[in-house]
């Protein structure tokens, strides 16, 4: 997730590609073209893949085939630009790719770059005459607006109606989301024409750095997704996440199909804690301040809409949200949050107690300590303070303050924890099981270093559960697999991410050779018009190591399965490593020497029973299986109706649907205890998969008593 989430903040869904023969650039008027940075750059970071990274990859004719089919998905993921005329036209690169990047030459790449612009720029000109051209609403039309599946436009008649059904539809959803009159239809008319004209506006500002940066972004996704070449500008912008703090709202976006799209909520950021926000929302209008007027962002860059979103600590901004799984021509709810200084490394463990009565009658305490990343304070550490924050001298004081308190069990929830420091999952996992082994390393030399636990005793011996889903990650999924591997605790949820690989951040100035930099000083090329204190020839985040559980199974791709499973909402063919065609695969090595604390087998088969009857008979597990069902439903449609009366029908059942959902999940509140005494709901003010793990660490602790 975690290259991907991050690079969406900055990065257009716009690429190209190179390859020979040779393109004389300069004969393309006010074409954009490589500088000699960009050519150094690109022949070292294909020598590091060649040379040093885990997955040491030859730049051949296959690899340049994936690189090829990588740019052209980049440039119109939904063919709804280009001609099948340009696809024949770049067929003649397809298998020279590597070759170009090894030598620097990217004036193909560059090539097909600007004839994607063209066509671009063509398309929008031409949505702009249909504006104002006479749309019949009462026909009964389709407009597919996923068109993947499809074949390239072979005619301009062609793309020309495609694109005629794409400004009917924009209206038709302007037209629905306000109302019929004269005077509405000017200003949506003008919504719409002002919402082309800034895309425009916007693609005649595209730079060569821009179009080198995802350039770049396919070159190394078509080796490994994690795996990431910044240029000096993103290295910038990505070292400021890593620093953890930022202000704005707390969210990371991304755009798919011109919409922007919630990816992440970061946890103690302002959507966080008023719970405003959820993955997948869409976000299709800005505000500024309690009454400042909307701005239509359908269609923006990215990080042109993140400069409206984001802002100075305390600060109001409105934004305009189709919630996630509904279409876009659904009524938007407004959400207004002040923004707040983000800090990520003040993402502290945090503990709770909760009170379960379990099916034996009795009432047990269980606390629930939330985890939302591994951290440390480096920098303290380095520096010896004997107060230095970390992850596991928190979690320590969390435990020895639930002991006081006499709890019967102690849940981890590492729900959507992306990880973090590796040290930490060991030092963490060590506060739960005696000294022992708990990840596997191996390197590029394919050397083996097992990393241990060094510490005698254990800070909590009694019941332990951890709860995982689809996007807990890399140290998340090295702790968790500890600790089932040692029989230590009871892990639910559902299927973890799987990213079992460890990437490091190579400043490219290391990697340039010094002739080269001298000739790129000569040339006045260095700067290229980046912000002060930029890495001078950008970053590259390089897979360098690979993680494995001490069983000797590798966490890549499989991640950790749980013990108690729960329905995810997130496929696994669309989230997580298994969805990415370039990472590496599983495999196994030998186990490490450890000793089982216990097996636990006949218990998760009884918990795993006790389980299954709660779920049965909860309405709320219902509700779950429908929230996956719709959004299966959402995600495998593609095309939309133009018959204006139909699609206000679907519309109000759909509205109709969710609030009898929403009325009966609010009278579950009250009135309907899940067996076990958890709290029923899957609503954004009750955490169903939390409150059913509770009452299976309830079964757990009755069955050790």
């Known amino acids: 997730m975690l290259k991907k989430v991050f690079f969406a903040l900055f990065v257009v869904a716009i690429a190209a590609c190179g390859s020979k023969p040779r393109v004389n650039l300069e004969a393309e008027a006010g074409a954009l073209q490589p500088t000699p940075q960009h050519a150094v750059i690109a022949k ?13 990859v030859p730049f051949n004719d296959s690899i340049s085939s994936i690189i090829f089919n990588n740019l052209i998905e980049a440039m119109d993921q939904g063919k709804n630009y280009l001609m099948q005329s340009d696809i024949d036209e770049f067929e003649q690169y397809r298998n020279t790719l590597g070759q170009d990047f090894r030598e620097g030459d990217l004036s193909a790449a ?15 000109d031409y949505a702009l005459t249909q504006v104002d051209e006479p749309h019949d609403f009462t026909v009964d039309e389709t407009y597919v607006y996923n068109r993947e599946s499809e074949g390239w436009f072979t005619s301009e008649a062609e793309a020309n109606e495609q694109w005629r059904k794409r400004v009917k539809y924009d209206l038709l959803n302007l037209r629905i989301s306000g109302n019929g009159s004269d005077s509405a239809t000017v200003k949506q008319k003008e919504t719409l024409r002002n919402r082309y004209k800034n895309l425009i506006s916007m693609a005649k500002k595209t730079d060569n750095n821009e179009a080198f940066q995802v350039i770049m972004t396919a070159l190394t996704d078509a080796i490994d997704p994690h795996t990431s070449y910044f240029n000096p500008y993103f290295a910038q912008r990505f070292n400021e996440e890593m620093a953890n703090t930022f202000e704005g709202i707390g969210a990371r976006l991304t755009t798919e199909n011109e919409v922007v799209k919630v990816a992440d909520v970061i946890v103690g950021g302002p959507v966080y804690r008023e719970k405003a926000l959820q993955i997948d929302d869409r976000i299709i209008g800005v505000a500024q301040g309690e ?8 269609g923006w860059k990215l990080d042109h809409a993140v400069t409206k979103i984001k802002g100075p600590k305390g600060t109001v901004v409105r934004l305009k949200v189709i919630p ?19 800090v990520i490394e003040d993402e502290s463990a945090k503990r709770e107690i909760k009170e379960v009565v379990g099916d034996d009658g009795k009432t047990y305490r269980v606390g629930i300590i939330s985890l939302p990343k591994f951290y440390i304070d480096f920098e303290a550490y380095r520096k010896n303070d004997p107060n230095y924050k970390s992850t596991t001298r928190d979690v ?19 729900r959507f924890n992306g990880g973090g420091s590796l040290q930490e999952s060991i030092e963490l996992t060590g506060l739960f099981i005696d000294k ?6 191996r390197d590029t030399r394919n050397r083996i270093e097992v990393n241990s636990d060094q510490e005698d ?29 040692y029989g230590r605790g009871i892990i639910l949820g559902s299927q973890s991410y799987g990213k079992g690989t460890v990437q490091s951040a190579i400043d490219m100035s290391r990697v340039i050779s010094p002739t080269d930099r001298l000739l790129l000083k000569a040339q006045a090329d260095d700067k290229a018009g980046f912000p002060e204190g930029a890495p001078q020839f950008g970053q590259i985040n390089l897979t360098l190591a690979k993680f494995y559980r001490i069983t000797g199974s590798s966490t890549q791709h499989k991640g950790v399965e749980p013990d108690i499973t729960f329905p995810s909402l997130y496929a696994a063919e669309k989230y997580g490593e298994s969805s990415e065609p370039s990472a590496l695969p599983w495999d196994q090595i ?8 216990a097996d636990l087998g006949p218990v998760i088969a009884r918990l795993a029973t006790a389980h299954k009857t709660r779920m049965d008979g909860a309405p709320a597990y219902k509700f779950l299986l429908e929230d996956i069902e719709m959004m299966q439903k959402q995600e495998a449609e593609t095309s939309v109706t133009l018959l204006e009366d139909k699609l206000k029908k679907e519309r109000e059942e759909g509205r109709l649907k969710r609030k009898s959902r929403s009325d009966a999940l609010q009278q579950m509140k009250i009135n309907l205890p899940l067996g076990g005494g958890a709290t029923t709901g899957v609503d954004e003010g009750l955490d169903f998969i939390q409150e059913e793990s509770l009452a299976v660490m309830a079964d757990y602790v009755a069955l050790q008593k």
Do not use: C
Not at 44 to 56: A, N, Q, R, T
């Open 44 to 56: 070292d970071v294909v020598g590091l893949f060649e040379s040093v990274s885990y997955k040491k």
């Open 110 to 124: 560059y090539h097909i770059f600007n004839l994607y612009m063209k066509r671009y720029l063509n398309r929008l």
């Open 291 to 298: 009454d400042g007027e909307f701005e239509d962002i359908i």
């Open 324 to 342: 996630a799984g509904q279409e876009l021509t659904a009524e938007p709810k407004i959400v207004s949050l002040t923004r707040d200084r983000v």
């Open 396 to 414: 320590r004081l969390l435990l020895d303050s639930l002991k006081q308190e006499n709890v019967d069990a102690v849940v981890m929830d590492l």
């Open 436 to 441: 022992g082994p708990v990840v596997q390393v």
């Open 457 to 485: 005793g254990v800070a909590w011996d009694g019941p332990l559960g951890v709860i995982i889903n689809r996007f807990s990650a890399s140290a998340s999924e090295i702790f968790a697999a500890a600790v089932q591997d």
């Open 590 to 597: 030998n186990a490490s020497d450890f000793a089982p604390v």
